[in-house]
């Protein structure tokens, strides 16, 4: 295992007891930490308990000119591999949004060039409360990773979400981010195209045809691949998801200019193909409000034309398609079957098929079988970006395996 730090900043809530056992997990997963322990923190934990369990001094004063003699607070902020504020409470995030640097812990964020994971916990009304809303967007926009927190029983008697996701879940989270940081990187030099979330067909400017696609697992499967070091373009759907670090985003709503957006990223040395493209949109487009509903007149009738299979159509290319192309087949029955003939009748060479008969859209676990030419290998239940990491991790592996030089790299 390979030595890895972070600045653990522990915030004053109730959760900040979970912070302890935080430090304890991630340093099984050989993963240490050093602590500031912020003054509202400090009435929730002792800096004693925080020190012990990290093996380090723990820094609680930005004046203190001991702590300064030992590590002044700028060398502090970048000592380390990522920062991790746990539990960031409303207090913290406010500050961090609005770059207040008054006391050692908003100093800290306001000078680290470390990238900075935040795991909220606070009240469900002060978790929903439009500041907080506001602070949160702030803070993703600025490239600050910032947990959603769990939903249930909270400490204070109300219900809701707000609560400190579970301490394992935090400890993946900082591993992944510590990977993406300084794991290797084998897919470096390669362009994926990727498409995700759903595509939004319109009748009139009001309405529209679509599904009930998250771009969840999409979204997992851009992250997963930048983190190996791919340039990614994703080519994504109406979804409300904020795009993966070092993701290249090009929105799209339509099916036709979700293929004219792909057809601009070529070309690619691999193509995945997630987005839940609308095999039909409405024939015609009214430029105002229809009518639906006249005095005398039956239901209205919708005439469909058919939308381009953006999967078959890169698959098909005769050149520069891409060296590696993979599908998603969701299904509801019969899955693998289905899956095997869908990936021949495509022409890509993998398809992921995807039992959608439970609720995997919107969901965030996924049963998938990854269907080759040589066979199919089914996996265990598990979260989408745990599938996210095996595919990106399958698809490194079919680089190094086919030994072919990097064709698309900027
Ligand atoms: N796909 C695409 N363009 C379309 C339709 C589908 O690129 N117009 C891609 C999807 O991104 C996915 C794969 O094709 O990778 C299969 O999508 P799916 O909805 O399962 O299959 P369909 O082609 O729609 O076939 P069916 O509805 O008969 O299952």
């Known amino acids: 295992m390979s030595s890895k730090r972070i600045l653990l900043i522990i915030g004053g809530g109730i959760a900040a007891y979970k912070s302890l056992e935080l430090i304890r997990t991630l340093a099984k997963r050989g993963i240490s930490s050093r602590c500031i322990l912020t003054k509202g923190g400090a009435e929730f934990v002792t800096p004693l308990s925080v020190s012990a369990l990290s093996g380090d001094k723990c820094y609680s004063d930005l004046f203190s000119l001991d702590d300064e003699a030992e590590m002044g607070h ?58 907080t809303a506001r602070n ?11 947990m959603e927190p ?52 319109p009748m009139d400017p009001v309405r529209y045809l679509s599904n009930h696609s998250s771009g969840k697992q999409g979204y997992a499967i851009a992250g997963a691949l930048a983190d190996l070091g791919a340039r990614v373009t994703l080519v994504s759907g109406p979804v409300s998801l904020a795009p993966p670090r070092g993701v290249d985003l090009v929105q799209v709503e339509t099916a036709r200019q979700m293929m004219a957006a792909c057809e601009a990223a070529l070309p690619a040395d691999v193509f995945v193909s997630v987005a839940a493209v609308a095999d039909w949109r409405p024939a015609t487009r009214a430029d105002r409000k229809l009518k639906l509903k006249e005095e005398g007149k039956g239901p209205p009738t919708l005439s469909l034309s058919e939308n381009p299979d953006i999967l078959a159509t890169i698959s098909r290319m005769t050149e520069g398609r891409p060296e590696l192309v993979i599908g998603f087949a969701a299904e509801t029955d019969s899955v693998e079957e289905n899956a095997a003939l869908k990936r021949e009748r495509k022409g890509c060479d993998w398809i992921v098929a995807n039992d959608v008969s439970g609720d995997v859209m919107g969901g965030s676990d996924n049963e998938i079988a990854l269907v080759t030419a040589t066979g199919v290998e089914r996996w265990p239940r598990m979260g989408k970006l745990l599938v996210a990491r095996q595919l990106a991790e399958r698809v490194a592996d079919y680089f190094v395996d086919s030994g072919k030089p990097r064709v698309a790299a900027e």
């Open 136 to 146: 949160v967007a702030t803070l993703r926009a600025d490239g600050v990773d910032v």
């Open 150 to 201: 769990d939903t249930g029983a909270m400490a204070c008697g109300e219900f809701g979400p707000g609560r400190l996701p579970e301490v394992e879940v935090i400890a993946d989270r900082v591993e992944a981010s510590l990977a993406r940081l300084t794991g290797p990187k084998p897919l470096e030099g390669r362009h994926v195209l990727l498409t995700a979330g759903p595509t939004r067909e």
């Open 74 to 131: 700028i060398e502090l902020s970048r000592s380390a591999d990522l920062v991790v504020v746990c539990p960031a409470t409303a207090d913290l995030l406010a500050k961090a949004s609005g770059g207040h640097a008054n006391d050692l812990a908003s100093t800290t964020l306001m000078a680290t060039d470390k990238p900075v994971l935040m795991v909220p916990a606070m009240n469900v009304r002060m978790w929903e409360h439009a500041a």
